[in-house]
């Protein structure tokens, strides 16, 4: 069993920052993927961010430039480090790790972040 427990969001103007970590912990053998997601109210979840364990990146177009996502591979935990805030970035931001040799893919409870103009 995994679990994925996530920290740092909360509720910031809009030009501001927030980090959000999520730490990994459970039965751990080998971690392929880990990033993050967002739901709004009414929307569907989308991408946010992934990180492969060898460090590659992809963003979703509506934050690149803005946020940036990092790893931790000794520690099992990932961090976004979120800048230059937007009210449309309001939204449960989840937690998201896959697994190398099973592929099972594995959320956190989620984060609220909150951006007011």
């Known amino acids: 069993q995994v679990q994925l427990v996530e920290s740092g969001g ?3 103007q809009a030009g501001g920052s927030l980090r959000l970590s999520c730490a990994a912990s459970g039965s751990l053998f080998s971690i392929n993927v880990m990033g993050w997601y967002r739901q709004a109210p009414g929307k569907q979840r989308e991408l946010v961010a992934l990180i492969t364990s060898g460090g590659s990146t992809n963003y979703a177009d509506s934050v690149k430039g803005r946020f940036t996502i990092s790893r931790d591979n000794g520690k099992n935990t990932v961090h976004l480090q979120m800048n230059s805030l937007k009210p449309e970035d309001t939204a449960v931001y989840y937690c998201y790790l896959q697994m190398f040799n099973t592929g099972y893919e594995y959320w ?10």
Do not use: H, K
């Open 10 to 12: 909360g509720l910031v």
């Open 108 to 117: 956190g409870q989620g984060t609220q972040v909150t951006v007011s103009s």
